[in-house]
């Protein structure tokens, strides 16, 4: 191989990079990475996506390393089923978030926690179309759970992430009202596959891709980072990365701080660079 593959990661966001438009992963693209995975490579991903969704999205894709889940909100081993490390939301910045949104139906809001290695996703009501999709594809595909509750009587000690989907003008005063809130960090962007729609999402100011690429650097001993994106949301990514790829359908943003722009994520672009690298 060219490279030597101790201490080396490679590492994916999925929609978009990874996942074709379909949001699957090429069958093509399985058999590259699983024949490099078993040759030593440590591959990995990196997504704002829960642990449900991408278990379900990655059967018959063998993931070496740890993966950095919800935006860097935590980092999960794959083989051990466990959360390695979580970022919590501070209470008082919970707090805040649920004062901003209980009760609204204008939009349907979503609470999620991590205790005692299990997810949980809690929502107040469903009165919106955009959530309700939401929803029901997450319970249909991935068989996530979702619980009615009272935000105001959760626990605000577990919380680990908010969402929110829907029109942009119906969640943009919301961003507004909640961006400069303490102990957070917001994020706001148009959704990958359907971009008549938005999505709001907040975790602990502490918690993000980069974030996430050091614990695995500090603690997994990778010394060189191999990075794949396609959204803004990967640019702190590619910056605490060594290497940086951006494939072509990336947003303008992405391929001017990328090393070099690769194949689609319709051509299995992720998989043959990686390749590629380590021929």
């Known amino acids: 191989m060219k490279l030597i593959l101790m201490n080396k990661l490679f590492i994916t966001d999925l929609d978009g990079t990874l996942l074709d438009s379909d949001g699957k992963v090429n069958q093509k693209t399985k058999e590259i990475l699983n024949a490099l995975t078993d040759k030593g490579v440590s591959f990995a991903v990196a997504t704002a996506r829960t642990i449900l969704s991408v278990s379900n999205i990655l059967d018959g894709l063998n993931i070496s390393a740890p993966c950095i889940l919800m935006n860097g909100v935590c980092t999960y081993d794959m083989t051990e089923r466990r959360y390695l490390h979580c970022h919590y939301i501070d209470p008082v910045a919970t707090t805040q978030y649920v ?26 009501n469903m009165d919106t179309e955009p959530a309700r ?29 908010f969402t929110m989907c829907g029109k942009k003008q119906a969640l943009e005063p919301y961003y507004h009202k909640l961006k400069d809130t303490k102990g957070l960090y917001v994020t706001f962007y148009r959704d990958t596959y359907d971009t008549s729609i938005y999505y709001l999402e907040m975790c602990s100011d502490k918690a993000s891709k980069a974030g996430g690429i050091r614990y695995l650097r500090e603690h997994y001993g990778f ?29 303008n943003e992405l391929k001017e701080i990328s090393d070099e722009i690769i194949l689609s994520n319709n051509e299995n672009g992720v998989a043959l660079k990686i390749k590629e690298l380590c021929e």
């Open 99 to 124: 004062k901003a949104v209980s009760g609204r139906t204008d939009i349907s809001p979503y609470i999620y926690t991590i205790k005692d290695n299990e997810l949980c996703a809690y929502y107040e």
């Open 133 to 161: 999709s939401f929803a029901e594809e997450r319970r249909k595909r991935y068989g996530k759970n979702f619980v009615k509750a009272d935000f105001k009587e959760l626990d605000p000690t577990y919380a680990v992430y």
């Open 223 to 251: 010394d060189e980072i191999y990075c794949f994106g396609d959204n803004t949301n990967d640019i702190p990514m590619f910056r605490e990365s060594d290497h940086r790829y951006a494939v072509s359908n990336a947003v």
